[in-house]
């Protein structure tokens, strides 16, 4: 029989992922490695992050993909989005930063054995996030985008897009396009 493995605190977590040559998600005192991607979602994940570089050059905001960590202070959770844009100088300034803690976009790129956690537990934790203003699922399956916003009030709304409803609207970051143009096709 095992025996019962005691949960990690972030500090911890962090100085045995800096030995780790894979990236890990850090939830609830668990590590969990990450899986490996198709060539489908390192399109889309790569249409994302072009487009959205490109949108905001020469502005404050930047854009980063996978490799750069997302910390989640009120969850206490590390995440590697696959797309993440900042517009704050604390993420924004220093070059040699490898955690972001003031995202406004988030994007995931969905997969069968990941969705079920974007769409639940690891949003649950992204709306804990105070500058994070809209949270994008991209479904290349479905050929589908789902972009949740928090409006005024502070309630998170879906604004569903697919291939016969084309347009996605960003306001977080001043960006409109189609779904095509984010699933890298």
Known sequence: MALPQSKLTSADFLA?????DERHIFFEGEVFAMAGGTAEH???AGAVY???KLHLKGSPC???I???RLFVAAADAHFYPD???SCSPADTQDPKLTVLTEACLVVEVLSQSTAGFDRGKKFAAYRQLPTLAEYVLIDPDQKSVEVFRKNAQG???LHPSDVSTPAVVLPSIGWSGTVVDLLGE
Request: hydrophobic share 55%.
């Open 16 to 20: 045995w992922e800096a030995t780790q």
């Open 42 to 44: 390192n399109a889309a």
């Open 50 to 52: 072009v487009t959205f």
């Open 62 to 64: 930047k854009t980063f």
């Open 66 to 68: 996978g490799d750069m």
């Open 83 to 85: 797309v993440v844009v």
């Open 155 to 157: 309630v998170w709304e």
